[in-house]
């Protein structure tokens, strides 16, 4: 699974604050399934939701909201095109700290494929094909 350590990597990128105190940027894997058929081959897909949670953010949820959308754009595009999906997809909880602090935790469904090809000698090619480009 790339995606979880691939978002993570965007939004310490994308925010100084949390870069300066990554301990902060927690991310979690729940409820996960791996999806197969009976057809030929191994390939296969991993479905799960991924929670992550910032603690103690004193920034505005915004700086946190934006670059998690421009990260979906490239990599989980259908929450973002298909409406019926996209309406309740990306969840958030909050809990308000009194000293102008948040914690945050933001869930989101995610998919990852992965195809695996068996090669002349027998051993096997695994590799994560990237997202189809919507053009977004």
Known sequence: MNKPNSLRDHLLAADPTLA???????????????RATAAPGLSFEWLYTLNIIIT?????PDNIAIPLLAWLR???PDLLTNIEKG??????????????????SITM???ERVIVKRLPDESLEVTHPPEPDFGL
């Not at 103690?56 to 505005?60: P, Q, S």
């Not at 309406?87 to 945050?104: C, H, M, S, T, Y």
């Open 109 to 111: 469904p995610l998919t």
């Open 20 to 34: 300066q105190n990554p301990e902060r940027l927690l991310v979690f894997i729940d409820e996960g399934n791996i």
């Open 74 to 76: 490239r990599n989980q």
């Open 56 to 60: 103690d953010y004193a920034g505005h």
């Open 87 to 104: 309406k309740d997809a990306i969840g958030f909880e909050a809990d308000i700290l009194g000293n102008d602090k948040v914690d945050l």
